[in-house]
């Protein structure tokens, strides 16, 4: 069993940046995949980026270029650095994996 929680949201402004953390608990190590999605009010949760057990990552179009999905094993620990951010990344950001959803974190970017 795995839990998650996020940490690392905030308000900043247009052109910003925030590191998003994902710390988790259990059988980190057996977990490949891990994603992180966002849902903006009045609409669907969406995948933001992916990162293997390897390493190799995915970005939905939106944020390429502008956010990178890390993580470090030993910690157990996933990593969201946004940068060059803007206001339409307004969102309550998820860590997911393992089938386990964190509670979110609160990212708000004012223009």
């Known amino acids: 069993q795995v839990e998650l929680a996020e940490s690392g949201g905030g308000l900043v402004q247009a052109g910003g940046s925030l590191r998003l953390s994902c710390a988790a608990s259990?059988?980190?190590?057996?977990?490949?995949?891990m994603r992180w999605y966002r849902q903006a009010p009045g609409k669907q949760r969406e995948l933001v980026a992916a990162?293997?057990?390897?390493?190799?990552?995915n970005y939905v179009d939106s944020v390429k270029g502008r956010f990178t999905i890390s993580r470090d094993n030993v910690k157990k620990m996933v990593y969201l650095q946004m940068n060059s951010l803007k206001p339409e990344d307004t969102a309550v950001y998820y860590c997911?994996?393992?089938?386990?959803w964190g509670q979110g974190t609160q990212v708000t970017v004012s223009s």
């Open positions: 997911f994996g393992g089938y386990a």
């Open positions: 990162i293997t057990g390897g390493g190799d990552t």
């Open positions: 259990g059988r980190f190590f057996s977990i490949n995949l």
